[in-house]
């Protein structure tokens, strides 16, 4: 069997890699790669052995927060199989996503298997939301979630920034650090959403949340996409959002 040496400086490698190994990828990167990036002081080497000592591979995906999923198979009741991802290494582990199917990771770092669903936005239409929020609200981090016919905008529990600077300043470490480690750790709500309503005419409604009563949203206008993220991603962020009616 092949192997490997992967150099980590250069003091530091890890040796006996099988390429197949090194090389295995999910979701478009590869998984040792992306875990020796999020885990400089991870056993590596405990990562390979799992791998190859199944002498087989398992479909695995690993979240923002640097957890771990393995993909199960299971039976439903009536016998037919069901699939569901778990940080538990033990069971029926399947080889391959099954087809019409992909791993999908929400906002709040929850990992699922899910259907494909139908593609309702352009890259255009989800770029213009996701622009407008970055150039022109206030929010330091977001998370943007499409869901059905609508284009959902969250923002964390938490001011980033501040309470980075408020952990900074009493642990006297360094406030970048900090933030990058909460950053992992932030729970996002949904606030603002941009609703498709006419397919044809590529119509939509915007909508923020509403923390009031019953409702869940509330419409705020509707109209073309681009005008209403210039309309409406300003007040994301400012005290401004809680006065759209």
Request: net charge neutral.
């Amino acid at each position: 069997m092949e192997t490997e040496r992967v150099t980590i400086n250069e003091t530091q490698y890890f040796e006996d890699v099988p390429p197949k190994v090194w090389e295995y990828q999910i979701g478009g990167y590869q998984v040792c790669h992306k875990w020796l990036e999020d885990r400089e002081r991870f056993h590596f080497s405990k990562i390979t052995r799992k791998l190859w000592g199944r002498r087989r591979m398992t479909v695995t995906y690993i979240n923002r927060k640097g957890n771990t999923y393995y993909l199960h198979q299971g039976t439903t009741k009536r016998g037919k199989p069901k699939y569901f991802f778990s940080m538990k290494e033990e069971g029926v582990l399947p080889e391959s996503i099954p087809a019409g199917y992909e791993i999908y990771e929400n906002p709040n770092a929850r990992v699922f298997l899910r259907r494909i669903p139908p593609q309702v936005f352009t890259e255009e239409e989800i770029s213009i939301v996701r622009n407008g929020v970055k150039a022109l609200s206030a929010l330091q981090d977001f998370k943007i979630e499409i869901k059905g016919k609508a284009i959902v905008v969250f923002e964390p529990d938490q001011g980033l920034d501040s309470l980075s600077k408020t952990i900074s300043a009493i642990s006297g470490r360094d406030s970048a650090e900090i933030k990058e480690i909460l950053s992992s750790t932030l729970t996002y709500l949904p606030t603002m959403r941009f609703v498709l309503v006419d397919e044809k005419r590529r119509w939509f409604h915007v909508e923020r949340m509403c923390y009031l009563g019953d409702a869940d949203w509330l419409l705020l206008d509707g109209g073309d996409l681009k005008r209403l993220a210039e309309d409406y991603c300003p007040h994301l962020g400012r005290e401004s959002f809680y006065e759209l009616i």
